[in-house]
């Protein structure tokens, strides 16, 4: 079953900050984050693994709560480039890419 | 250049027409997987594989084949291509098939057109 992502777009104005939620209805055992340009192939962000951690990739971090089979990805002080469909994927243990499914995506638009 | 390549880019078949879309790293990568991204409804796997001769089902399979005989090639086979198979496929390879830092690297994507 795909994870559900809210919202399903946001617009923000550079500079503005913006979360971007993912929720599953079943256990989570890591949480994948993927960036897609329009007309571009997915770009890894990174990868959560049970536990609860939090990580960061220059302005966006990401956190991971499988009490609440969740995870959010916060994107700070938003710049032009980080337009784009946002996904999440939940995966198996260890940060496994097995039966790697994805959400629908969370179409983010930064305007100058 | 570290990269994943897929052929064709673009298709346009008819229903029933057999076809290989092939999918290539150069990255030395143990695991692969294709998926296709249609509107509205995100990226589904169709399958993956963990080694070579090693494969299993995504959460889409259903008319789709794979192989994996050389680690550095994946190629999907619609052996009867239908109208509802019509989306953009893309094609993705990873170091591992598990770890924190396991990024996959996608190709380009093929957009597959059946009529």
């Known amino acids: 079953q795909q994870p559900v992502q809210s919202p399903q777009a946001v617009i923000l104005r550079e500079g503005e900050d913006a979360v971007i939620n993912c929720s599953s209805s079943?256990?989570?055992?890591?949480v994948h984050w993927y960036r897609q340009k329009h007309g571009e192939a997915p770009v890894f962000l990174m990868i959560?693994?049970?536990?609860?951690e939090q990580k960061g990739h220059d302005k966006i971090s990401a956190s991971f709560n499988e009490k609440k089979q969740q995870s959010s990805l916060y994107l700070t002080a938003s710049q032009l480039s980080y337009s784009g469909t946002y996904f999440c994927?939940?995966?198996?243990?260890?940060?496994?890419?097995?039966?790697?499914?994805f959400g629908k995506g969370t179409l983010l638009t930064v305007n100058p | 250049e570290a990269q994943v390549t897929q052929n064709p880019r673009y298709l346009i078949t008819v229903t029933g027409k057999k076809l290989t879309v092939t999918c290539s790293q150069n990255?030395?990568?143990?695991?692969m997987s294709w998926y296709r991204q249609d509107p509205g409804l995100g990226l589904r796997q169709i399958y993956y594989?963990?080694?070579?001769?090693?494969?299993d089902k995504g959460d889409v399979p259903e008319g789709y084949k794979v192989s994996r005989k050389e680690k550095r090639n994946f190629p999907l086979i619609l052996e009867s291509p239908s109208p509802n198979q019509t989306s953009l496929y893309f094609c993705?390879?990873?170091?591992?098939?598990?770890?924190?830092?396991?990024?996959?690297?996608f190709g380009p994507g093929t957009r597959l057109t059946v009529l």
């Open positions: 990255m030395n990568h143990e695991y």
């Open positions: 993705a390879s990873s170091l591992w098939a598990s770890g924190s830092s396991n990024e996959q690297f």
């Open positions: 959560l693994l049970k536990g609860g």
């Open positions: 594989s963990m080694n070579v001769e090693v494969t």
């Open positions: 079943k256990a989570l055992y890591s």
């Open positions: 994927g939940t995966g198996g243990s260890g940060g496994s890419n097995y039966k790697l499914t």
